[in-house]
């Protein structure tokens, strides 16, 4: 049976490419930075089992102590790199985008057929992670399939994605540290702080009132941590399981799902999530750092008021 364990070593060989490579690239004045960065990602990746929880909080520790004191930086391809660039985009055009999409679409089909494939009375895929491996499948699926198709130089996957995450920077590890963080609260009480000063401030005694503060609270608590999913253990376990479902009877499926969609709310409109918001200004080189947000607040703000609506009327059927 296919299980994690191969996934996780994928990207720890990944991560470690973007690390060496890193460390060459001599136009990037902070390439230590960047290498110890990918490096100590791609250790956690690669060995985060087997080091224990105190060594793979010091990993933890170290990403964010490279990321806070501003050690990461990125270097400029050279002008022979972005004129094949612009050669290959010229002569391919739209079809370059064929890789990109062989990746979702071998994830669903992974999803949907592969979930029940079983050899011999073993399943071939852990049904518990189905969805992660046949995306980590797509992947190299898609990579071989650009590589046979484009013919690049072999290092090419491993140079683009490194300019790429160079660019990003250590904003691409705050959703897996923002969701951890939501874990943390959820196990140290948080939720039940909430629930509690929220019966007390706000009269929870109709379903309406009760979704009204579940959803708004979810886009909230997405906008101060940056992540809906570490946002929905605290409100699910403040209101959603002990109000919505417990009292009310709402369908757990539904809450759950609108939930989290009130909590996307809150992405589009906090600069916590920089990966979504702050980091696209960054690469399209916007004179506001914050336009992203702004253009995308009024669509937010629409939105979470119809999942509201959405939630009371379909939870409770």
């Not at 990207?11 to 930075?33: I, Q």
């Not at 479902?245 to 709402?250: D, I, N, Q, R």
């Amino acid at each position: 049976m296919i299980t994690l364990e191969p996934v996780y070593v994928f990207a720890g060989l990944v991560f470690a490419g973007f690390a060496l490579f890193g460390l060459k690239d001599a136009t990037n004045p902070r390439r230590y930075g960047n290498a110890a960065f990918w490096g100590l990602l791609a250790a956690s990746f690669l060995a985060g089992s087997r080091l224990g929880d105190f060594a793979n909080g010091l990993l933890a520790l170290g990403l964010v102590l490279l990321g806070g004191f501003g050690l990461l930086g990125r270097g400029r391809a050279p002008a022979s790199v972005l004129a094949e660039r612009r050669t290959s985009a010229a002569k391919f055009g739209n079809r370059l985008l064929v890789p990109a999409l062989i990746i979702p679409a071998t994830a669903l089909f992974g999803t949907l057929v592969l979930k029940n494939l079983r050899v011999g009375h073993t399943f071939l895929l852990d049904p518990n992670q189905v969805s992660i491996i046949s995306l980590a499948i797509g992947v190299a699926v898609a990579l071989g399939a650009a590589m046979f198709w484009l013919r690049p130089r072999w290092s090419a996957p491993l140079e683009e994605g490194r300019r790429l995450m160079d660019a990003i920077g250590w904003a691409a590890v705050l959703p897996q540290m923002l969701a951890s963080l939501g874990a943390i609260f959820a196990l140290a009480g948080v939720g039940r702080a909430v629930g509690a000063l929220a019966t007390e401030a706000i009269p929870l005694n109709a379903p309406l009132a009760a979704v009204s503060v579940y959803c708004i609270g979810m886009a909230v608590f997405t906008v101060i941590m940056g992540n809906a999913f570490a946002a929905f253990p605290v409100m699910t376990a403040a209101i959603g399981l002990p109000l919505l479902v417990h009292k009310f009877g709402g369908n757990p499926a539904t809450v759950a799902a609108i939930g989290m969609l009130s909590g996307y709310c809150g992405t589009l409109v906090t600069p916590m999530a920089a990966n979504f918001n702050i980091v696209p200004a960054a690469l399209l080189e916007l004179p506001d750092r914050n336009g992203v947000i702004k253009v995308q607040m009024p669509t937010a703000c629409l939105l979470l008021a119809a999942n509201t609506m959405l939630m009371y009327l379909l939870a409770f059927r």
